[in-house]
């Protein structure tokens, strides 16, 4: 089949990235043709456009800065991501998929319905397109929190009319889903969690090899509970600290010396195959500790959404 995935926008996200790999790559690997939908704003009134330029100007410097940290990211977009070309609105995103004749959309994964990350596209992540027949899919979609999903019942249900079949990756999700949809709604894994940690040590030349006595610690937003944490681990094991800080650039810490010195998306994987142990407050970050069974410890991230957290380490009886 020709299938057109629709997720989140791949910019500086380990997590967001290598989930969209790996649907493409399973996807791949049964014999389907996978492309993945580069849905891009473009602004087109000059007032908009006036106050991008002006607040490019004004923080040139952080701008600066975000550009040489998310090249970490782009090469691996590049080199493994299959994305269509940039597709500026909706209308462009209906002809190309008309265009292109593709058998089935999937929606997914990553927090692809959480509303204030798809704003300006939300449409397009709920496969709203009416120009022919072909099957559409959610597969392990997720709304990232379990309450305040800030869609209205109304629109809900509207969004997800058109679906042929529903999976979500969070088990409160599916109650949500349930109450605006008529068809089957399932819990399925992150993609991520499709591929072994044999696949990704073979598809990318990991070492599989262990630095003894070493926590790999991957926090997405510091804070001084954080770092004791981190530091009270580190001398109860009295373990070697190789720390990443995953955020984006951010006027906030733009100035912080750890905001540059990101690993490569293929450092990263390493990172987790090659430590004793892992702390960290990322969704993602816990599903490679799974993957590469590491021992691990996870710091709630409640503005990040807990409930992706709690649903994936009951499925472990963690």
């Known amino acids: 089949m020709k299938i057109a995935i629709q997720t989140l926008r791949l910019t500086n996200n380990y997590g967001g990235i290598l989930q969209a790999f790996a ?17 891009q704003p473009k602004i087109k009134d000059l007032i908009s456009r006036l106050k991008i330029f002006i607040y490019r100007f004004i923080n040139a410097k952080e701008i600066k800065i975000s550009k040489q940290a998310d090249e970490k990211y782009r090469s691996f977009i590049q ?62 979609a997720s709304f990232g929190v379990s309450n305040e999903i800030k869609y209205s019942e109304i629109r809900l249900k509207e969004l997800l009319s058109e679906f042929d079949g529903i999976s979500v990756r969070e088990k409160d999700a599916v109650s949500i889903v349930r109450k605006h949809y008529n068809g089957e709604v399932l819990q399925l894994i992150d993609p991520t969690l499709l591929l072994t940690a044999e696949d990704y040590i073979r598809i990318f030349k990991l070492k599989n090899d262990i630095k003894p006595n070493t926590i790999f610690a991957y926090i997405l937003d510091k804070n001084d509970v954080k770092n004791k944490i981190i530091n009270s681990i580190k001398e109860i094991l009295s373990f070697e600290l190789d720390y990443v800080y995953g955020s984006i650039v951010l006027k906030s810490n733009y100035k ?47 503005k990040r959404g807990v409930s992706r957290f709690k649903s994936l380490l009951e499925i472990f009886n963690l």
């Open 23 to 39: 649907l493409q790559y399973y996807l791949e690997m049964q014999g389907h043709e996978v492309v993945h939908l580069n849905r």
């Open 256 to 302: 912080d010396p750890d905001i540059l010195q990101k690993p490569t998306i293929q450092q990263w994987l390493q990172k987790f195959l090659s430590s004793d142990f892992v702390i960290t407050d990322s969704f993602h970050g816990m599903v490679f500790s799974l993957i590469f069974n590491k021992e691990f410890i996870i710091i709630g991230n409640e």
């Open 79 to 140: 080199k493994y991501i299959h994305l269509s070309k940039s597709l500026s609105s909706k209308k462009e995103w209906d002809d190309y998929i008309f265009e292109n004749k593709f058998d089935a959309l999937i929606a997914g994964s990553d927090q692809i319905w959480r509303l204030e990350y798809n704003i300006g596209y939300t449409e397009e992540c709920f496969l709203k397109y009416d120009k022919s027949i072909l099957r559409k899919v959610a597969y392990a």
